[in-house]
T-cell receptor
Framework: QQQVKQSPQSLIVQKGGISIINCAYE??????FPWYQQFPGKGPALLIA?????SEKKEGRFTISFNKSAKQFSLHIMDSQPGDSATYFC?????????????FGQGTELSVKP | EAGVTQFPSHSVIEKGQTVTLRCDPI?????LYWYRRVMGKEIKFLLH????????ESGMPNNRFLAERTGGTYSTLKVQPAELEDSGVYFC???????????????FGSGTQLSVL
């Protein structure tokens, strides 16, 4: 119930291509879905987040698509660049929870080849 | 603005020894979180402080782990005695208000890589 399942575990994309990472959840009470980006030797950094009242959110080349009925959400990276090579984590939480605890997926290592 | 600082960046200890990890959150951030990532797995929540009080410690694996945040500033996470399964990257994160609030951001430190041999 508290898990977030993320796939694929690793992804190789050519420069200019589209990177797609998928996540699925079980707990319908989740209402906050962020994506974090982590470069080697650094901590995760918030990339983009969505709440379930919208089906899509776009920031630059990064888009979150959200399917409430399927309990799935995904990150699309358009025109992928070598600088996007990093580990990406999806997460879920309860926006109005007093604590703000996040439940993370297992991470996807993205490699963008020049 | 200085980010979240963690010390040490790496620690290699033997099973049975004690290790203390330190986290300095961003100044003014009342909320401090500890997370852990075991190799290749998800980042798992350990606990959450609001100022010096433990808000949620539901993720602490067992009583070998002790977290403190005296004075509501920096925090320490002590593992005593360490076991092989404690190996992983320990992240600290901070935010002004709860991390999931609208327009709020959670800032992570670079982590402490703990290896228990």
């Amino acid at each position: 119930q508290q898990q977030v399942k993320q796939s694929p575990q690793s992804l190789i994309v050519q420069k200019g291509g589209i990177s797609i990472i998928n996540c699925a959840y079980e707990n319908t009470a989740f209402d906050y879905f962020p994506w974090y980006q982590q470069f080697p030797g650094k901590g995760p950094a918030l990339l983009i987040a969505i709440r379930p009242d919208v089906s899509e959110k776009k920031e630059g080349r990064f888009t979150i698509s959200f399917n409430k009925s399927a309990k799935q959400f995904s990150l699309h990276i358009m025109d992928s660049q070598p600088g996007d090579s990093a580990t990406y984590f999806c997460a879920a939480s309860f926006a109005h929870n007093q604590g703000g605890k996040l439940i993370f997926g297992q991470g996807t290592e993205l490699s963008v080849k020049p | 603005e200085a980010g979240v600082t963690q010390f040490p960046s790496h620690s290699v200890i033997e099973k049975g020894q004690t290790v203390t990890l330190r986290c300095d959150p961003i100044s003014g951030h009342d909320n401090l979180y500890w997370y852990r990532r075991v190799m290749g797995k998800e980042i798992k929540f350990l606990l959450h402080f609001v100022k010096e009080s433990k808000q949620d410690e539901s993720g602490m694996p067992n009583n070998r782990f002790l977290a403190e945040r005296t004075g509501g500033t920096y925090s320490t996470l002590k593992v005593q005695p360490a076991e092989l399964e404690d190996s992983g990257v320990y992240f600290c994160a901070s935010s002004r208000i709860r991390a999931t609030a609208t327009n709020e951001k959670l800032f992570f430190g670079s982590g402490t890589q703990l290896s228990v041999l």
